[in-house]
């Protein structure tokens, strides 16, 4: 097995110490899933992509008992012409006989329309995009408040772009910033940035890109001075800074062609 050595400031050593302490991990494992993480695929791609719940083999007797009881009371209060999502009575009838009998190669009907969960950390990961071209957008608008604003190609290149509604994971985060913007008061300073970006589509895949800004963004965040913890002017960004988020979008191995 090859071996890695890193160096890192010792409070980010210690920082690591403490959450791999927390997962019940040695501070080498703790940091080797992290880079299987960026390495190793959330999704196989040799299974298509999958973006819902594979069937279950096999079901819990209760679990089963309980799933054929919801869909025999839907039987008795559906309408007869019933024709939305749930179906109609002999439909919800056919679905209790199936668990009823254990008709395990029918399972599928209970999982159909349910996705693959989107993880904690993915789901961190788009709260955490949002907040970083939250941060963006105020500190253009500061920037231009006090006189010095940033040229308008900087500006559009640090616009959320949305998602790429084609890729299963990319897509499943999209719905996740839908349902982050559920409430109207919520994320206002990036609903016009949605609207321009198709609705939240990027039509190409922009993960990775997000991550190289976050991750110059937190390293912009880590060298600030801590006094009891950051205030929100705390979180506004210099021209340079916000340059050299907009640097981060480009791969490193196409930096040397710009």
């Known amino acids: 097995m090859a071996v890695l050595n890193i160096r890192l400031d010792d409070r980010v050593r210690d920082r690591l110490k403490e959450m791999a302490d927390d997962e019940g991990l040695t501070l080498s494992e703790f940091v080797r899933d992290l880079l299987m993480e960026v390495v190793v695929p959330v999704y196989e791609e040799d299974e298509g992509r999958r973006s819902e719940e594979p069937a279950p083999e096999s079901m819990?007797?209760?679990d089963r008992q309980v799933l054929s009881l919801l869909h025999r009371i839907l039987a008795r209060v559906l309408p007869k012409d019933a024709n939305?999502?749930?179906g109609d009575p002999e439909y919800q009838l056919m679905r209790a006989q199936i668990l009823e009998s254990g008709f395990t190669g029918e399972y599928s009907y209970e999982v159909a329309g349910f996705r693959t969960e989107l993880s904690r950390r993915d789901c961190r990961r788009v709260v955490d995009i949002l907040q970083m071209f939250r941060m963006l957008t105020y500190s253009i608008a500061?920037?231009?408040k006090v006189g010095t604003p940033v040229d308008g190609e900087l500006a559009r290149a640090l616009e959320f772009q949305g998602f790429d509604f084609?890729?299963?994971?990319?897509?499943?985060?999209?719905?996740?910033?839908?349902f982050q913007m559920r409430?109207?008061?919520r994320w206002t300073e990036l609903r016009d940035q949605v609207a321009r970006a198709d609705g939240g589509n990027s039509h190409w895949p922009m993960l990775d890109t997000y991550l190289r800004m976050l991750a110059e963004f937190r390293?912009?965040?880590?060298?600030?001075?801590?006094?009891?913890?950051l205030d929100r002017h705390d979180y506004l960004l210099s021209a340079e800074?916000?340059?050299?988020i907009r640097d981060a979008r480009v791969h490193p191995s196409r930096r040397s062609e710009d």
């Open 219 to 229: 390293r912009i965040m880590d060298g600030r001075e801590r006094r009891g913890g």
């Open 142 to 144: 500061h920037l231009a």
């Open 166 to 178: 084609d890729d299963s994971l990319e897509g499943h985060m999209a719905d996740y910033v839908e």
């Open 84 to 86: 939305d999502v749930d």
């Open 241 to 244: 800074e916000l340059q050299h």
């Open 60 to 62: 819990r007797i209760m």
């Open 183 to 185: 409430e109207p008061e």
